[in-house]
């Protein structure tokens, strides 16, 4: 009997610069945080924009910008798997 020996990939790590420049381009659709896996922050982003029809899509935007900076800054550190972002 032969015993295959399965090797598990190591998981992909998620990258600061990409996290950053959606957070700071496209945060006011919550796209950062769908990037590294916080859906729940995501969606809240998302439906503030969508459900206010824009008019309150400012707050998302600000929010957005911050948390790009932060993860160009360093200090965003993980992803929702707990991974640290390269």
């Known amino acids: 009997m032969d015993i295959e020996i399965m090797q ?3 998981p992909v790590r998620k990258s600061k610069y990409i ?5 700071i381009l496209l945060g006011w659709l919550g796209l950062h945080n769908f990037y590294l896996g916080f859906t729940g922050k995501a969606f809240a ?6 459900v206010s029809l824009g008019t309150l899509s400012w707050i ?26 390269r």
């Open 8 to 10: 598990e990939k190591p």
């Open 19 to 23: 996290a950053g420049l959606l957070g």
């Open 45 to 50: 982003q998302l439906l503030i924009t969508v």
């Open 60 to 85: 998302s935007l600000i929010w957005g910008i911050v948390e790009g900076i932060r993860c160009l800054t360093g200090s965003i550190l993980l992803d929702s798997r707990n991974l640290m972002l």
